[in-house]
């Protein structure tokens, strides 16, 4: 009889918050391309009070990190019981390389954003996408 082997919990705390990075990185750069600006918030020029652009890329952000880290350590662990339908596992890497493509694809061209602010933008998505994908994975870690 074969036994079950399981991942260490850091093991998949470490791969839930870089997955969860990553996709919140590309929800950033394709956000970005699409307008919503992260650093419209601290724009003095801006004539509302709050850009609606700016709150969506927020909230983006933050769901795209929590989402990705929850979800990793629920895939990480149906892997390794060998629950994932082939199908599913198909569509979850189809999914990934589109997203990948579409982040590559934005990443290449020219941006609207000047330097310093797509700069501290991209350091800011970076920040908010790993103490997301930080909290998903430790909520979904403390689930099971």
Do not use: K
């Not at 724009?43 to 929850?70: I, K, N, Q, T």
């Amino acid at each position: 009889m074969a036994e079950t082997t399981f991942f260490p919990q850091r093991l998949i705390l470490a791969s839930a918050v870089v997955s969860g990075v990553l996709l919140a990185l590309a929800v950033h750069m394709l956000g970005a391309r699409f307008g919503l600006d992260l650093g419209g918030l601290w724009r003095s020029d801006a004539r509302e009070f709050m850009p609606a652009g700016a709150a969506v890329a927020w909230w983006l952000l933050a769901a795209a990190g929590f989402g990705g880290g929850y979800f990793t350590v629920n895939l990480m662990r149906s892997a390794v019981s060998g629950q994932i339908p082939r199908r599913m596992r198909q569509f979850l890497i189809a999914v990934g390389v589109l997203l990948l493509l579409g982040a590559a694809a934005v990443a290449s061209g020219p941006s609207s954003v000047p330097t310093m602010s797509g700069v501290l933008a991209g350091i800011v998505a970076l920040c908010l996408g790993a103490a997301m994908a930080f909290c998903g994975a430790y909520f979904a870690l403390r689930e099971a």
